[in-house]
């Protein structure tokens, strides 16, 4: 009986959302009924998830990236305006929902194929799209293929070289120097719907894998996995302030943060579910953005200079309001989830040093900096030679979800997502020993 | 009745900013005039607060296991001392105040509702954070606190304001994160969040932190400087002040509420974790040098501002020096009664500010160049009084400190560091002297001199009552008075230094006085004007800040360009 439902559950989470992309395929021709059957397949795939899980082992993350997937497909459908060129994106969306799905729910060794079509598809993706504003990428393309790789010998080879690969995809995927590029590719070139949900999509598969991986790794190679995220935090931190386009600007910054993440989990040698909290927390803030920045890209071009719109917040108060909301959350600012799970992360799992310490509360600082400066620029004086109309009803929908799920995951116990116990007072006055060396 | 209390008024604040918020356009002056009814209410309540808890113990509310603080990150809870009825009567009286001014005051600005339920909001976090059961939660109330200043200081139609707001969120930021660094280092060590839990563990585990190779310091010397910087933040120390004179382009009540209320939540950080801070000599020496350089320097650089809000501002960030310099002396209870004081007038001189301007425009008056009076010297009956101001009064605070209110004078070297500090400031009254020269009457100089006595002495007994009020064991106080001790030499130090400058100063305005020449070597002639402008350009903490933010843009995009190739 346990098999059978260890079979039919995550067969289930994986097949709806292919049922949805068949439904989209079926009414090609109209870009409306597409969209909402994209919509309505995100929204039967999390309605499925809050029924069911619950009958899932749970995993060493927890069961918050279930939830968040089809959250972040809704969302980031919902962001798109209906039009003929999005089809594609959303029909991919619900298929790369699926396959998510199947990584997270299918065990060995279905999982890892799951994930391996996942990437074949974005690496075929960001092959075919590409504009000249944003020319093709073969760092981008040849990091995912490092990933596919690496998770090809995660199957074949044996222990350490099997941890070390595994962790080799999960760099690809949690982004991690010199591993970035196939993330900040897939932010940029990827069509329509596709970045928003791509920046939670793919973090919190390769978490999934690192919660695996982790505590099989050689203690050795944790000392340079946590040195490679110090560096990257602060390497994601400096390449976003000197971006000045918005999608770059919004990638590094994520980047930053999903490189704080792996310090805490080297430091922690396993990755809990309050890691999955900081992981989707920052991949939803960073999916909201970029969906407040596709509401720019509508009214004024694609890849427009934020410098040269400004004065939305009186003539669009909504996006103004949902837009700073995002920006709060995106920087860690209480009450939203990337608070919620950098505090979590902070208080349970012990610093591995002080100056570790010091560098990850200055990436943490420098982001209201960049994202503070991105918002204060749209805010600005108003100009009138522009025309501004504010969001409409999905856009509107679309920022608000993620802005409410920002604030749950702020505002729950992690207790809900999974039934780990936090460190009692006793272990707490232990511990002061390790600081004291 | 109390439980009651404490959930009611910060609810009340929330139903004043959804009346202001909620409802259509043609309503809105009636809802502002409404909002006024719970803000009032809030103010009755926490004075009834303020009333039950001079009977009655501290009171906790949890909303959360304490055991589990860190699964439910954001724990809600309340903990209503008496330091935090203090706090609350004084926060939703101000405001009461301030809203009820700005309902009439903002009545033609376009940005009025904003402004309004921001200001209800803004007390709203206020009082929560006040009332915190917890560090993550007074923390929660004290970033929303950060976020809502740069939001009461914005004006997206004026660049300067957008630009100061700015600079206000950046530098609250960069306090805010090292109080953060501060928490996390605290559960880390004492595995709590509760303060009364977290001082007794603090108190029996002492510890030290390796933070260089070879490098030991007390952990709660780390964990203290950690949330001073925090506080220093919030209170405009030096070198955190920048974000106070950046964001004078706010609407006048926005200015009453935050130098009355606002401002005060460093000195209120720093009175909740007193019995951490006491564990610290390290962190309230540093405290008292911050403070003493603050009050110097925000005093100078108001002295030459040409602009009343900026001179008001300057005045703020010199009070805040000081106080947080009291709270460097153990003299904790004295700086909340600092700031309550200080925050009270400086509401009332905020929201009158507005009526001088206009006066100003409708009178203008030009100073003028002339030096005619200077010829025309003071009075024997002025320098009687200044003689009177200067050294009686301090005597006689010294014998009723040490005989009526038995304040342990010779115990405590910080209690004689800040009667030194009471002389200087008396003696800076000298200088009002000079409005005195043409007057020259017994009856002025005895009004002076009542009302100073009469000031002083209401002063001290209030200081003396609101000690016992809120720190009712008098060895908890001689606690952190002993805790500041100073070695030997570096205190006779400072007393000989204080006495010396006080003196040399009355000498020199004396001998100005009588037309005699002061000797002065030329260099310090010269030095006098260069530090004028210096001090008139706030010195130079803006240009620097400037110089610093471009050297890091050009330095983050050189970085950029070179990874780019």
């Known amino acids: 009986m346990i098999s059978i439902t260890g079979m039919f559950i995550p067969c289930l989470f994986a097949g709806i959302p292919f049922v949805g992309a068949l439904v989209c395929l079926v009414c090609w021709s109209d870009p409306s009924r597409v969209k909402r059957a994209a919509i309505i397949g995100s929204v039967i795939s999390l309605a499925s998830i809050a029924g069911f899980a619950g009958r899932l082992p749970a995993p060493p993350d927890g069961f918050l990236p279930l939830y968040l997937l089809p959250v972040a497909a809704l969302v980031s459908t919902l962001g798109q305006p209906v039009h003929e060129a999005h089809r594609l994106a959303w029909v991919m969306t619900l298929v790369l929902l699926g396959l998510g799905m199947g990584v997270l729910t299918a065990g060995h060794p279905f999982g890892l194929l799951f994930l391996i079509t996942l990437m074949l598809i974005i690496m075929l993706l960001l092959y075919c799209h590409h504009t000249t504003l944003w020319p093709i990428s073969w760092w981008g393309i040849g990091s995912i293929g490092l990933g596919i790789v690496g998770a090809g010998c995660s199957f074949a080879a044996g222990p350490p070289i099997s941890s070390v690969a595994s962790v080799a995809t999960c760099a690809v995927l949690l982004p991690l120097i010199p591993f970035h590029n196939g993330y900040l590719t897939a932010l940029t070139r990827l069509p329509g719907s596709l970045p928003p949900f791509i920046v939670l999509l793919l973090p919190v598969l390769g978490l999934h894998g690192l919660a695996t991986a982790m505590p099989t790794m050689p203690k050795k190679f944790v000392a340079v996995v946590s040195f490679l995220a110090l560096a990257s935090s602060l390497y994601g931190a400096i390449k976003a302030l000197a971006q000045s386009r918005v999608r770059l600007l919004v990638g590094y910054g994520s980047v930053s943060f999903f490189s704080i993440l792996w310090w805490f989990v080297a430091g922690a040698h396993q990755a809990t579910p309050r890691a999955a909290v900081l992981a989707g927390a920052v991949g939803l803030a960073t999916g909201g953005l970029l969906v407040a920045w596709q509401v720019i890209r509508t009214r004024y071009g694609d890849d427009v200079d934020p410098q040269s719109i400004s004065g939305l917040a009186a003539a669009m108060p909504k996006y103004a309001v949902l837009l700073s909301l995002l920006g709060l959350a995106a920087m860690g600012i209480p009450p939203f989830g990337v608070f919620a799970g950098f505090m979590g992360l902070l208080l349970t799992s012990p610093p591995s040093s002080t100056i570790g310490l010091f560098i990850a509360l200055t990436a943490w600082l420098a982001a209201s900096w960049y994202i503070m400066q991105m918002v204060q620029l749209l805010f600005g004086l108003r100009r009138a030679d522009l025309r501004y109309a504010d969001l409409r009803h999905p856009e509107f929908t679309s920022l608000l979800i993620a802005v409410v799920t920002l604030l749950a995951l702020g505002l729950a116990p992690t207790s809900l997502y999974s039934s780990d116990q936090p460190p009692n007072n006793a272990a707490a006055m232990e511990r002061p020993l390790a600081w004291n060396r | ?565």
């Open chain 2, 1 to 565: 009745m109390l439980l009651s209390l404490v959930l009611i008024v910060p609810l009340l604040l929330l139903i004043a900013a959804g009346i202001v918020m909620i409802g259509g356009k043609p309503s809105r002056f009636t809802r502002a005039k409404v909002a006024l009814y719970p803000i009032g209410l809030a103010f009755l309540g926490a004075m009834g607060t303020l009333a039950l808890l001079t009977s009655q113990d501290p009171i906790t509310v949890r909303f959360y296991d304490p055991s589990s603080v860190a699964s439910f990150i954001i724990p809600i809870g309340f903990y209503v001392d008496r330091l935090s009825a203090v706090m609350m009567t004084l926060i939703t009286g101000v405001s009461t105040i301030v809203y009820c001014y700005s309902t009439n005051y903002m009545y033609q600005d376009g940005h009025a509702r904003r402004y309004l339920a921001l200001i209800c909001l803004t007390d709203f976090v206020l009082i929560c954070m006040v009332s915190s059961g917890n560090l993550m939660m007074l923390f929660l109330f004290w970033q929303i606190l950060s976020y809502l200043l740069y939001l009461l200081a914005h004006n997206h139609l004026h660049a300067a304001t957008l630009g100061g707001a700015f600079k206000t969120f950046t530098l609250l930021r960069i306090a805010d994160t090292a109080f953060l660094a501060g928490i996390a280092l605290a559960y880390q060590l004492y595995g709590t969040l509760e303060f009364q839990e977290l001082f007794a563990r603090a108190a029996a585990t002492p510890m030290t932190l390796s933070i260089l190779p070879g490098m030991e310091v007390s952990a709660t010397t780390v964990v203290t400087f950690l949330f001073f910087i925090g506080a220093m933040g919030k209170s405009a120390q030096c070198p955190l002040h920048l974000w106070l004179p950046g964001s004078l382009f706010a609407p006048t009540p926005v200015h009453a509420l935050l130098h009355a209320g606002i401002i005060n939540a460093g000195g209120f950080l720093i009175n909740r974790l007193a019995p951490l801070l006491g564990l610290s000599s390290a962190t309230l020496h540093i405290a008292f040098i911050v403070g003493t350089v603050t009050a110097v320097l925000g005093a100078t650089m108001m002295l030459v501002q040409n602009d009343i809000k900026k001179t008001l501002g300057f005045s703020t960030i010199g009070q805040m020096g000081y106080m947080i310099m009291e709270c460097g002396l153990g003299a904790f209870s004295l700086a909340v009664f600092h700031l309550i004081a200080h925050g009270l007038f400086k509401a009332t001189v905020f929201l009158n500010c507005g009526n001088v301007i206009h006066k100003a425009r409708q009178e203008p008056h030009f100073f003028t160049m002339d030096h005619e009076d200077d010829g025309a010297g003071l009075s024997r009956l002025t320098w009687l009084t200044g003689f009177v101001t200067t050294l009686l009064i301090p005597l006689l605070i010294l014998l009723v400190t040490h005989g009526a209110l038995r304040i342990p004078l010779l115990e405590s070297q910080g209690t004689v560091i800040i009667l030194f500090f009471i002389w200087i400031t008396s003696s800076q009254a000298i200088l009002t002297l000079i409005q005195l020269r043409t007057v020259a009457s017994w009856k002025v100089s005895a009004a002076m001199l009542l009302t100073l006595l009469f000031i002083v002495f209401v002063y001290l007994f209030a200081v003396a009552s609101l000690t016992s009020f809120l720190y009712p064991n008098p060895e908890e106080v001689a606690s952190y008075f002993k805790a500041v001790d100073l070695q030997d030499w570096l205190f006779d130090l400072i007393v000989v230094m204080s006495a010396l400058v006080t003196i040399l100063g009355w000498i020199y305005l004396y001998m100005r006085a009588h037309g005699r020449t002061v000797w002065m070597p030329a260099w310090i002639e010269g030095i006098r004007i260069r530090v004028y402008t210096v001090f008139l350009n706030m010195i130079y903490a803006d240009w620097l800040y400037q110089v610093i933010g471009t050297m890091t843009a050009q330095l983050v995009h050189r970085i950029d360009k070179l990874e780019r190739g």
